[in-house]
């Protein structure tokens, strides 16, 4: 299985990120791909910019460890997550989490399966700059019950 | 010798980013160091006191209170995280 | 909810409907998307190509109808469905679904629902060309099973 | 008058992608229609013989058997669909 695991202060696009996964891969028939945006509003607070901080190192390893996770559950044939850090702006892509597979529904669980774990398990921290301020995004226990859901089924 | 560092608003709540620490006998594991922490009073017992939660990870992984401590470790303190 | 459904014989490229979905949408913090491929080798039988014929007229009426049945079930913000019709090549872009939505699991939801009923919905029929000669493409009872599964459950 | 489309396997075992019929009160549901196809024999009763399953559309719309037939209306046959 390829694997790309990518944490980077500057922008990415997402589609350059989606033309590498497949390309020269006949084998592959569904890619699903999710992408997490920041948004200009949060829980009713307007948001004017972000800043993501994460702990280098771990970072990688956290992501390294959920994509194996995901190929021993599911036979994938590329996975990419790409992950930004630092200042980003409403509309600016945070997150990247693309899988390519031969069948879609072991594309769709996978993809699922790694930004749930990514949420709860990767070491990175939102702070929102708001007209009232800035202040640190709290987890949210939403998260962590998606989580769990993968601990109570089989989806393999 | 080991090196503590600190993420995000538990960062800032302490000021300070790493500091490191002679390991003595009594700081077998997690539990004894968070505890140790705590007793510096101030920021550090509000911030270790349990109002809000901690994570902890030993040398890159998320770690337990149990957890036992080694000369040379990296420990981690920080908040829930909430990338992606 | 932005809608856009096409049915084309030209190639698409699935980067740039990405870009279309969430641009100037600054409420979007999820985009999820389904990419279908040709692939080289199907049922242990080497494709060298592929006819994808369809129904004009009812095939985008079936994919309008899929799509609002989505849109009932779950919040989403804009959707986007292309599927290629004519002459294909391995590796080419069969189908692109893209849900836009302000969380995940809406996202996630809607986009398989979306593919799951076009694949035994939609009237289109694969005719595959293998060094033996040429056949049409049975439908799979696994895709049938896939639609079901929406029925016994409730995911809103 | 209805018209009758054929789609994929279908129109090329029945050698035929579309027809004009005249609609004939004995037609008055798909099912009488089926079966007056199914009765010209040869590739029509193989086709309509209930070997291969086959869908049916009026109008753009999937339908059944007791779907009842309007003038003007367009009938269209075919196998299960295979896209995406």
Same mark, same amino acid.
């Given at each position: 299985?390829?694997?790309?695991?990518?944490?980077?202060?500057?922008?990415?696009?997402p589609?350059e990120?989606? +033309?590498?996964?497949?390309? &020269? @891969?006949?084998? *592959?028939?569904?890619?699903?791909?999710? %992408?997490?945006?920041?948004? &200009?509003? @949060?829980?009713?607070?307007?948001?004017?910019?972000?800043?993501?901080?994460?702990?280098? +190192?771990?970072?990688? !390893?956290?992501?390294?460890?959920?994509?194996?996770?995901?190929a021993?559950?599911?036979? %994938?044939q590329?996975?990419?997550?790409?992950?930004?850090?630092?200042?980003?702006?409403?509309?600016?892509?945070? *997150?990247?989490?693309m *899988?390519?597979?031969?069948?879609?529904? &072991?594309?769709?669980?996978?993809?699922?399966?790694?930004?749930?774990?990514? !949420?709860?398990?990767?070491?990175?921290? !939102? !702070?929102?700059?708001?007209e009232? +301020?800035e202040?640190?995004?709290?987890?949210r226990? @939403?998260? %962590?019950?998606?989580?769990l859901?993968?601990?109570?089924?089989?989806?393999? | =010798?080991?090196?503590?560092? /600190?993420?995000?608003? #538990?960062?800032?709540h302490l000021g300070?980013a790493?500091?490191? =620490?002679? $390991?003595?006998?009594?700081?077998?594991? #997690?539990?004894? $160091?968070?505890?140790? #922490?705590?007793?510096?009073?101030?920021?550090?017992?509000?911030?270790?006191?349990?109002?809000?939660s901690v =994570? =902890?990870?030993?040398?890159?992984?998320?770690?337990?209170?149990?957890?036992? #401590?080694?000369?040379g470790?990296?420990?981690? /303190?920080?908040?829930?995280?909430?990338?992606?």
């Amino acid at each position: 299985m390829r694997r790309s695991i990518r944490i980077q202060a500057e922008a990415f696009d997402p589609l350059e990120v989606a +033309g590498d996964l497949h390309r &020269d @891969n006949p084998g *592959v028939g569904a890619v699903v791909s999710f %992408l997490g945006l920041m948004r &200009d509003l @949060n829980q009713g607070r307007r948001v004017l910019s972000m800043t993501l901080e994460h702990y280098p +190192g771990m970072a990688e !390893k956290a992501l390294r460890r959920i994509v194996e996770e995901a190929a021993e559950r599911w036979p %994938l044939q590329a996975v990419s997550v790409v992950h930004r850090v630092g200042e980003l702006r409403p509309q600016d892509p945070i *997150v990247l989490v693309m *899988v390519a597979s031969s069948h879609r529904g &072991d594309a769709f669980r996978a993809c699922e399966f790694i930004i749930d774990f990514l !949420k709860t398990r990767a070491p990175f921290w !939102k !702070k929102e700059q708001t007209e009232q +301020g800035e202040h640190w995004v709290e987890a949210r226990s @939403n998260d %962590l019950a998606s989580e769990l859901r993968w601990r109570a089924r089989d989806d393999r | =010798m080991i090196k503590i560092r /600190y993420f995000a608003r #538990l960062r800032e709540h302490l000021g300070t980013a790493d500091e490191q =620490m002679a $390991l003595t006998p009594e700081i077998r594991d #997690l539990a004894a $160091l968070t505890e140790q #922490l705590r007793r510096r009073g101030g920021v550090w017992s509000e911030a270790f006191g349990g109002e809000q939660s901690v =994570m =902890m990870a030993v040398n890159e992984e998320v770690a337990d209170a149990a957890q036992p #401590l080694r000369d040379g470790d990296e420990v981690a /303190y920080f908040p829930p995280v909430t990338g992606g």
